[in-house]
């Protein structure tokens, strides 16, 4: 059997091994596992693969061999296999539709966290802004499979996840300068990017704030199918978060109730393997997050994070999975990010070859190269989507720095559910309206 040019080995699914005083296989319900690789799909170690024969169910555990398909370990079923190989023939992942929307969106991604640095540094935009370069293949595998009524629960690394689950480039570029155009009218600011009508709960500042978040939402889509038998809410939750969170405790504490109500959500865990400056492998006892998932008897996998049709088949199982109502996913993609940690951040930390090695596996460079070679578009259509990208940016930008600044009375609401307590005076008007509020001087 022959293997694509990703060089990565097909998924198997791997029975446990069973000690002679434990039950036969076949009565086990924790038979399958995913397997992972210990070693990064980055790491400088040389990657070996021993092909297997197709037909083998079972097969040695191989440390190489990263998976890509989704296993129901709660009941022991194998859902399906994820593979884009079959005895030797490559079965075509994406229509041209389905490559022309992920370029588009990645581009899209891409192109405008170029424009927010650029902006950043012109003075455009202040406080501390995280950007995503590197890691669209993640955003866009996963969102572009959801529907509108399906939730979104991001980071602070959160501009990309808010444009894949189509709130306009506008909004969300009027909301990084601080105007009342911005889909959180100057409020939130770049680690806190929300939309109600495109189900886009929030980003959130503090690491693993949003899980819990994400948690409640599943529960609620559960609970109206389940309780209220509203027979439409089948809608699942995306929760989003890094490396680093996978060692607080909500993270541990909403896993154990997920999968005990078994809730329509998928943990999606883009490790980026840095944390500021600390390295994934330093700061935690065993990197494969993906393995936390079966320790809660859910389905745990590892895909490559800079792939996106990788990442759209394993998103595209965990979201069936949910959907129907068999539980939650914990998907580990391991990614990176071509930028610092944030803008603030002179990143010289992490070693140069790591860098450029990464850089040599850019998810758009990819999808592109696939697309041509596989005669799905050509040079000029996607040139003209990335110069659609450019006008769209442009007007962003435009519209932005054209946008009012919030009033002096928007800055107390949504603060207080009855301001009249503090936020309105005596005569009716906001405190905050007097001139010498800002001052520190104003009579309240």
Not at 92 to 104: D, P, R, V, W
Not at 124 to 131: A, D, E
Not at 148 to 166: F, I
Request: a neutral charge; hydrophobic letters at 35%.
């Amino acid at each position: 059997m022959s293997f694509s040019a990703t060089n990565f080995a097909q998924p198997r699914p791997v029975p446990v091994g069973i000690r002679s005083n434990e039950k036969s296989l076949s009565s086990d319900p924790f038979r399958f596992r995913f397997r992972g690789s210990p070693s990064f799909l980055g790491s400088p170690h040389s990657l070996r693969f021993n092909p297997t024969p197709p037909l083998k169910l079972a097969i040695p555990h191989s440390r190489r061999s990263p998976a890509a398909a989704v296993t129901d370990v709660s009941n022991g079923k194998m859902v399906k296999s994820s593979a884009n190989m079959l005895f030797g023939f490559v079965l075509q992942l994406i229509t041209k539709e389905e490559g022309l929307e992920l370029y588009e969106d990645m581009i899209l991604g891409r192109f405008f966290e170029d424009m927010c640095a650029q902006m950043y540094y012109r003075g455009k935009m202040f406080g501390f802004v995280h950007l995503y370069n590197g890691q669209e293949a993640v955003s866009t595998g996963f969102i572009k499979l959801l529907k509108k009524e399906d939730t979104v629960v991001s980071t602070y690394r959160d501009h990309v996840h808010a444009l894949s689950k189509g709130v306009p480039a506008r909004a969300v570029m009027s909301e990084l300068f601080g105007k009342a155009t911005g889909c959180c009218r100057g409020q939130g600011g770049s680690m806190h990017m929300f939309s109600k009508e495109h189900n886009l709960i929030g980003g959130f500042a503090f690491i693993g704030e949003g899980i819990p978040v994400a948690t409640g939402a599943a529960f609620s889509s559960k609970y109206r199918r389940e309780v209220l038998k509203e027979a439409s809410a089948d809608h699942v939750t995306l929760a989003f978060f890094g490396d680093g969170t996978c060692n607080n405790g909500q993270f541990y504490e909403c896993l154990n109730m997920a999968a005990l109500w078994k809730l329509p959500i998928i943990f999606v865990v883009e490790n980026n393997l840095w944390a500021i400056g600390m390295s994934h492998l330093r700061a935690t006892s065993d990197p494969e997050i993906w393995k936390k998932g079966p320790a809660f008897g859910m389905a745990g996998v590892h895909v490559d994070g800079m792939d996106v049709l990788k990442v759209r088949e394993v998103a595209k199982e965990a979201i069936e999975r949910a959907r129907r109502g068999d539980g939650p996913t914990l998907v580990e993609c391991e990614t990176y990010r071509f930028r610092g940690h944030s803008l603030a951040d002179p990143d010289e930390l992490r070693d140069p070859a790591e860098k450029a090695r990464y850089a040599a596996r850019d998810p758009i460079s990819a999808l592109k190269k696939y697309m041509i070679e596989n005669k799905l578009a050509n040079e000029q259509e996607l040139k003209s989507i990335e110069k659609k990208i450019d006008e769209v940016l442009d007007d962003a930008v435009e519209y932005s720095d054209e946008s009012p600044l919030p009033p002096r009375s928007q800055l107390l609401e949504n603060v207080f559910a009855d301001p009249k307590g503090f936020g309105i005076g005596p005569d009716g008007k906001y405190r905050c309206e007097d001139p010498k509020f800002t001052q520190g001087t104003a009579h309240v």
